[in-house]
């Protein structure tokens, strides 16, 4: 067994890792911790005239690179067991530059027909309408149906580890396998389940994309997105969407996300832990109408959670109470402790309660979703105590 080294992610564990990844001693000053870096442009070599300027990768102008952001990006490929990863300035913006960079005019896409509202909008509207790029929105849980959407166009089938909202699961592994027959690639939106949790380029995802304002970041004062994958396909991106369009991840928000990053597998421990026991409480309560949680043995897909989600099923649930919708706002406002906001993976439990017809495509969710909405509860780092508390007082005035 090699001895273990804090530069080389094979021999050491996860949280070793998360501490140490993408981080050398600056060369002119020493601290063991990369400094933020805020400068645009950095000192040419003596000989300039070979310099590419729309190279990417070099330390000459920040939109090219800087040096705060190559840190990062070394430390997110290790953790998905990547080649490369490129950061961006949002996960919307890793999202685009993805699609930008490997779709062309009359490319057809699979895409799960439960996404990211973000997603759904670049595929249904957006792609068609400016860029001629065709998508068929499939339930993607039901490998038949990802089949028979297969066109000899298809370059991209496009799912979310698990969905946003309903929690659905995908099969990375034998999607992966349907997209190579049919010569097209598989991006994973891994969002909901970040390593340690869970590594889809192992099951034979070819992209792996995070919005990094969430679990990686952590602390809900950063934006930002990755994508990971090959280096082929990430120099690619790197110069299409990054050096070309433009969309950089600032200095500062990669030195934040950098700094978030290091407790990231102390961080899951807890949220899962909290998120299965808060779930648990919530289905045995005879005022909740349902709970998606693939922790949970009633999840259609646990069983597949179980086997493919080796860190644990993630620290996001959706549920609804038995009431009208009415009920449901009294619920919200009654939370003292659980903040009523958008997003997730922050140090705090957030909700939102989404209402049938406000997200896009969300005809498409279970019937279950469509009575008086759902309640989306994204858990954080509080006490589980305080938590279930919290939701058992606003249940009683619901």
Same mark, same amino acid.
Not at 14 to 32: C, F, K, L, S, Y
Not at 187 to 205: E, K
Not at 255 to 282: C, K, M
Not at 359 to 383: C, I, K, Q, S, W
């Given at each position: 067994m090699?001895?273990?080294d ?7 564990g996860?949280?070793?890792?998360? &501490? ?7 060369a ?14 950095? %000192? ?21 690179g ?10 997110l /490929?290790?953790?998905?067991g990547?080649e490369?990863?490129?950061?961006f ?11 930008f960079t %490997? ?32 998508a068929s ?21 496009h799912?979310?580890?698990?969905? #946003? ?11 992966a ?25 192992a099951d ?8 990094l304002?969430?679990?990686?970041n ?11 994958g090959?280096?082929?396909l990430l120099?690619? &991106? ?29 961080r899951?421990?807890?949220? &899962? ?5 808060? /779930? ?7 005022r ?9 043995p009633?999840h ?7 086997r ?6 993630? /620290? ?16 919200? #406002?009654?939370?003292?402790v ?24 969300d ?36």
């Amino acid at each position: 067994m090699a001895a273990p080294d804090k530069r080389d992610p094979s021999t050491v564990g996860e949280r070793t890792w998360a &501490v140490h990844g993408g981080n050398d001693p600056h060369a002119t000053t020493g601290p063991i911790r990369t400094p933020l870096v805020l400068a645009n442009s950095y %000192h040419l070599p003596e000989d300039a005239s070979q310099v590419s300027w729309s190279a990417a990768g070099g330390l000459f102008y920040a939109r090219n690179g800087h040096a705060n952001q190559h840190v990062l990006e070394a430390k997110l /490929a290790a953790l998905d067991g990547g080649e490369a990863s490129v950061v961006f300035a949002t996960g919307v913006a890793a999202l685009h530059a993805l699609f930008f960079t %490997h779709l062309r005019s009359g490319d057809h896409v699979v895409v799960s027909s439960v996404t990211y509202e973000a997603v759904w909008r670049l595929f249904a509207e957006l792609l068609p309408r400016r860029y001629g790029i065709e998508a068929s929105f499939v339930d993607v849980t039901d490998l038949d149906a990802v089949r028979g959407a297969l066109r000899p166009t298809t370059r991209l089938l496009h799912v979310e580890s698990i969905a #946003n909202p309903t929690t659905a699961v995908a099969d990375v592994a034998a999607l992966a396998e349907v997209a190579h027959g049919a010569g097209a690639l598989l991006s994973v939106d891994s969002t909901f389940t970040p390593p340690p949790l869970y590594r889809p380029l192992a099951d034979g995802a070819d992209v792996v994309v995070h919005s990094l304002t969430k679990f990686i970041n952590g602390h809900g004062d950063a934006m930002g997105g990755v994508v990971t994958g090959s280096r082929a396909l990430l120099d690619q &991106v790197r110069a299409d969407a990054l050096v070309d369009v433009g969309g950089v991840l600032s200095p500062f928000n990669a030195w934040l996300i950098t700094r978030g990053s290091v407790t990231l597998p102390l961080r899951l421990r807890a949220q &899962v832990a909290s998120a299965q026991r808060i /779930a648990e409480f919530l289905e045995q309560d005879p005022r909740v109408a349902f709970v998606a949680y693939p922790g949970l043995p009633s999840h259609p897909q646990h069983e597949l959670a179980r086997r493919q989600f080796t860190g644990g099923f993630g /620290a996001v649930l959706t549920f609804a109470l038995t009431g009208d919708s009415a009920a449901h706002t009294r619920f919200v #406002n009654a939370l003292k402790v659980i903040t009523p906001a958008v997003s997730l993976g922050h140090d705090e439990t957030l909700i939102v309660h989404a209402g049938p017809g406000t997200r896009g495509g969300d005809e498409n969710y279970p019937e279950h979703f469509h009575r008086a909405g759902h309640l989306r509860l994204a858990v954080g780092l509080e006490d589980t105590d305080d938590l279930v508390d919290d939701l058992a007082a606003a249940l009683d005035t619901a």
